[in-house]
């Protein structure tokens, strides 16, 4: 089955950066798009950033030019590379892969901006 299990979430100051992982087992995670939401205490779940198997990313405006998806393929991995954080980026993270039309979403791991 599809496993997602995300890591690299903390508390950083205003400006600071942080790397997300999200490592995937149970599907050919080559063959699959990945992307990763957030979601903030009273707020819908968003798409931050999505990357395709062909490796072309797309990003929500509000994090371009700050933020950068990746994938490494051999190791199964989907990272989240976050620059310039603000305390509006404070929300849980969640990795996320649409494999046979099932919608699969890890555990999310906290990011708070925050002096």
């Known amino acids: 089955q599809v496993q997602l299990v995300e890591s690299g979430g903390g508390l950083v100051q205003p400006g600071g950066s942080l790397r997300l992982s999200c490592a995937a087992s149970g599907f050919t995670f080559s063959f699959y798009h990945m992307s990763w939401y957030r979601q903030a205490p009273g707020k819908e779940r968003e798409l931050v950033a999505a990357?395709?198997?062909?490796?072309?990313?797309n990003y929500a405006d509000y994090v371009k030019g700050r933020f950068a998806i990746s994938r490494d393929n051999a190791k199964k991995t989907v990272y989240l590379q976050m620059n310039s954080l603000k305390p509006e980026d404070t929300a849980v993270y969640y990795c996320n892969a649409n494999v046979g039309s099932i919608n699969s979403w890890g555990q999310g791991t906290q990011v708070t901006v925050s002096s």
């Open positions: 990357i395709t198997s062909t490796k072309s990313t």
